[in-house]
């Protein structure tokens, strides 16, 4: 699907970020993340890698000027999340991966500015990183790849020859091997992605512009909504929307606990990806690991919702979400 050289499956998509990320630095390396990157990511950074003698600088990659003004002389990785977990935000893929040729020291490995792309909530369906310029993607397949929320497994893709064998014999040192039944899961879930992210994306269209209609919604961020800032972008980088969506509700941190709450077929949990609805307030559950300081940067405020679209009849969505909202409000 991805159409690159290499794939290398690991246990989880943690596993693969970590590994992407020692293969890529060294102690005394430097890299860059984007501003509102997923909140395991970031803790994976704080909690372990940066006890390798790593440094690394949260920074706007949707703005390449200041991406260009936070690399430094010994910046050696930039990891992308496009779009962003949970504000929806859309990174120039092939922009910065020229900006990153053009800053690097020269093309051996030790030399280059790896550009490595998260593109667990896009999949290979509908986003391709590495035919934009990318080194390496990184793939959490527990989510929409395994579909059904019953797999855990993790993914690196590349086209390097170099990279691959690197990776491989970290993988072997590690013990980083996946499990056979999960391997068997994700095997049978892979027959089905095509069906399911168009139905997925379908889902969600019709969603968002139900939201965007309901004058309890402040704003809805889908990058498939002419509405959202980085839509042009959208349409040029990607084959599809996604089933992702963040709307802000005209209320606080107790109305949206309280809409939540409420609904009947959405279910309130953290996972997404899976042929199950799923609603979360990043700001007390996937994000609250985050200072308050560094969630109200990116906008995420207390009345922030995320939607994971799922299979189910669009039509008793919509009704669910609205019959909630108005909940709420009493």
């Known amino acids: ?25 060294k102690s005394g390396d430097h890299m860059l993340m984007c501003d ?29 000027g200041e991406l260009e003004k936070a690399m430094k002389p010994n910046t050696r990785m930039i990891l992308l999340e496009t779009p962003s977990n949970p504000m929806m935000k859309i990174c120039d893929i092939e922009g910065i991966c020229k900006l990153a040729r053009k ?5 051996r490995m030790d030399q280059r500015i790896m550009v490595c792309v998260d593109n667990t909530m896009m999949t290979p369906m509908l986003q391709c990183p590495l035919e934009l310029g ?65 139905q997925h994306q379908k889902n969600a269209m019709m969603i968002a ?4 209609k309901n004058p309890m919604i402040e704003k809805v961020l889908y990058p498939g909504l002419t509405s959202h800032p980085q839509h042009d972008l959208a349409m040029r980088q990607m084959k599809g929307m996604g089933g992702m969506m963040c709307m802000i509700l005209k ?11 409420s609904c009947k077929l959405w279910i309130i949990g953290e996972n997404y990806g899976g042929c199950e609805s799923m609603i979360c307030m990043p700001t007390c559950m ?45």
């Open 1 to 25: 699907m991805e159409k690159c050289k290499h794939c290398l499956v690991m246990p989880s998509g943690l596993c693969a970020m970590q590994m992407m990320m020692q293969m890529c630095m």
């Open 36 to 64: 509102d990157m997923d909140a395991m990511t970031i803790k994976l950074m704080r909690e372990c890698i940066s006890k390798m003698g790593i440094s690394w600088d949260m920074v706007d990659c949707c703005n390449l």
């Open 103 to 107: 800053m690097q020291k020269g093309t």
């Open 134 to 198: 990318a080194d390496m993607c990184c793939y959490t397949l527990t989510r929409y790849m395994g579909g059904h929320q019953d797999c855990m497994m993790g993914a690196l893709t590349m086209n390097d020859d170099e990279m691959e064998k690197c990776l491989r014999e970290m993988q072997e040192c590690m013990g980083m091997i996946p499990s056979p039944m999960d391997c068997m899961l994700m095997e049978r879930s892979l027959k089905t992605l095509c069906l399911r992210m168009e």
């Open 209 to 212: 512009k139900a939201m965007e």
């Open 251 to 261: 209320g606080n941190a107790d109305m949206c606990k309280k809409m939540m709450k």
């Open 286 to 330: 996937t994000h609250m690991s985050l200072q308050k300081e560094q969630r109200m940067r990116v906008g995420m405020a207390d009345n922030c919702i995320r939607l994971s679209c799922g299979l189910e009849d669009c039509k008793d969505l919509i009704e669910d979400l609205e019959q909630a909202l108005k909940n709420c409000k009493n």
